[in-house]
């Protein structure tokens, strides 16, 4: 009996085991959604073949010891001269003694960002940091095609892998339409970062810009006793006293982890997402059709590379202003382009369908030649 028992352990392999290490510089945006989020999920998808071990953390650890056994160690979205230290550190310490290699993450550009944008002067004094680092990686992770084009500069192995939600945070999806009383306003929503508008002191100092048209807030300032505005995260200067006068709601920036739940129970009517034309939002992902369609609600977006996908797509602010109106008027149309975005987005939707945290896996063993 002990005999069999034996030979039948020699018989059984051990599956292979896959350990991820990420270094978060964002936990309130990308970093979540594209490391945490995949990061918990993981371990439950193990099976007999493969088995996953993740930790993610933000704080560096010099102790080249501790990375014996991990298979990547992946530094998300650094930009710092102390990013670059720890870079540097990694390659002199860590690597000659466990040969693990790094792996930079990316969800954004940071290069030639627009300078309406709060965040450029920060980036701009850091993008030799963030080129050099791109360089030295051994694999790159980035979001979408645009942003694998912008950084084959500096790197020619990168892999894309595609945002999504996590559908045990942001639950099962339904038309908002469904409940809707007609009697009510209609809700309009935008949600996003601050980084969308100039800031008041930029415009002081007569830097213009930002990704709503002039036209489109004229529109929002005198529809706001006709349609429900909700702004979500941030606003723009133009509408303070709007805000002010409680005409238009504001919503102050909600924790990343509290953000799904805050916005579904909005239930919005219809959604907007302007975009200004140039590289910096070309290169873009497509998050706001995947929560917009999660909310429940049809969109309506700018004609540019993160939306071309979707149904009603715009080129100008008076035509995303009509398409605003249709959707207003007519409840079946509401419908009919949430159906048809949903169906657009849904292959994609959420990591736990359509095998998209293995295709997750795989995409980081792409870049080594290997698979599961």
């Known amino acids: 009996m002990v005999k069999k028992r034996k030979e039948v352990l020699k018989r059984v392999k051990k599956p292979a085991q896959i350990n991820f290490l990420s270094y978060l510089a964002d936990n309130q945006g990308c970093g979540t959604i594209r490391v945490i989020y995949p990061f918990i999920l993981l371990p439950h998808q193990s099976s007999k073949n493969v088995k996953f071990s993740t930790q993610y953390q933000s704080q560096y650890i010099s102790s080249p010891g501790y990375y014996k056994g991990y298979t990547f160690a992946q530094f998300q979205r650094s930009a710092t001269q102390e ?11 860590v690597q000659p003694k466990f040969k693990i290699p790094i792996i930079y993450e990316i969800d954004d550009m940071l290069i030639n960002i627009p300078e309406f944008n709060y965040a450029s002067l920060y980036y701009t004094q850091n993008e030799e940091h963030v080129k050099r680092m791109i360089g030295m990686a051994e694999g790159v992770v980035v979001s979408t095609e645009k942003l694998k084009e912008v950084y084959s500069e500096y790197n020619e192995k990168i892999e894309v892998i595609p945002n999504h939600l996590p559908k045990f945070v942001w639950g099962d999806t339904y038309p908002a339409h469904i409940y809707k009383d007609e ?20 415009k002081k100092t007569g830097i213009e810009g930002g990704d709503f048209g002039g036209k489109l807030m004229d529109f ?41 739940s805050a916005v579904k129970a909005l239930e919005p009517d219809i959604c907007i997402a302007p975009l200004f034309q140039d590289e910096f939002n ?6 706001k059709c995947l929560e917009y369609s999660a909310m429940g609600a049809p969109g309506v977006y700018t004609d540019i590379r993160p939306y071309k996908d979707m149904t009603l797509k715009s080129n100008s602010d008076e035509e995303m202003i009509s398409y605003i109106e249709k959707l207003a008027s007519d409840i079946d149309f509401r419908a009919k382009v949430w159906n048809s975005d949903y169906d657009i987005v849904e292959p994609n939707l959420f990591w ?12 980081y063993l792409k870049l080594f030649g290997q698979r599961l």
């Open 83 to 93: 990013h670059l230290n720890l870079f540097l550190h990694f390659k002199k310490e």
């Open 183 to 202: 009697k009510k306003k209609i809700k309009i929503l935008w949600a996003g970062s601050m980084n969308h508008f100039p800031l008041k002191e930029m």
């Open 220 to 260: 929002i300032r005198k529809t706001s006793d006709k349609y429900e505005w909700i702004f979500l995260g941030a606003n723009p200067p133009e509408l303070q006293s709007q805000i002010k006068e409680k005409k238009i709601k504001f919503i102050p920036w909600i924790n990343i982890f509290q953000y799904p």
């Open 282 to 287: 070309e290169c873009k992902s497509n998050i």
């Open 352 to 363: 736990e369908e359509n095998n998209n945290l293995k295709k997750y896996v795989g995409s």
